[in-house]
């Protein structure tokens, strides 16, 4: 299995090569201003991916997959095409980028990697910066093949708690107890019934690159979840929830991640909620 992330080094030595585009996939659950970061400072070459506009618009829900032909009209405005590499990255060193990885390979780029530890690694070894607001990049046609099987609903979320099955929670401790309020407004604390919690930040190192192998495994079978069954991941609102998604990829398990996540889950409509660990 190829891994689905790059060092920083590895990236720096294939600066320029025709066929590489790099994405700046920044976001904050706080409202942070990323494309501020992204002028400020970025690796060459880079075009930034806003999360929030390349999402359903008509979704009540944040930042909910677009339809495949919405979603390849924004990528190819970007400048992205489906037969290009890709790496993508953000400034916090792994968190909404691997939404984006996930974004792009389940709507058909055949070859998309995150950067191992974001900026922070690309800065860390003193790398090159870009500044400044870039030239818009050349439009490129990306043809989407969309891969629904990799997607989960709350019919579907459901139906798995119902059969046994395992929905793992990338939410921290505090939020999945119900101990915690939740960001969004009239969103209901706690968990799913019968849900796991891995908090994704179990996934990384103190850099923020994702820990290997025996490290990574032991991430999930600590939390009790077996990457040999099938898993479906969620946190607040399917963004934090790629991070599992990339980590079981890495250790070669396929999963399904569910779109809506709490903010569908949790709200006054939903499914039910329960507190407590």
Known sequence: MTSALISAADLADRLGEPDLRIVDASWHLDGHDARADFADQRIPG?????LDAVSDGDS???HTLPSPAAFAASAGVLGL????RIVVYDTAGLF?????WWMLRIMGARDVRVLDGGLPAWSALG?????????RPAFEVFNPRFDGAAVADLTQVSDALEAGDQVVDARGAARFRGEAAEPRPG????????A???????LLNPDGTMKRGEALAAAFTDAGVDPDRPVITTCGSGVTAAIL?????ELGRPSRLYDGSWAEWGAPQGGPVVTGA
């Open 60 to 62: 009540p829900l944040p």
């Open 81 to 84: 095409s489906d037969r290009d």
């Open 196 to 202: 796991v919690n891995l908090p994704y930040g179990s």
């Open 96 to 100: 909404s980028a691997a939404r984006v």
């Open 245 to 249: 998604t990339l980590g079981l990829h």
């Open 127 to 135: 790398l090159p910066m870009e500044t400044g607001i870039p030239d």
């Open 187 to 194: 969103v209901r604390p706690g968990h799913m019934p019968g």
């Open 46 to 50: 880079a075009v930034f991916l806003d």
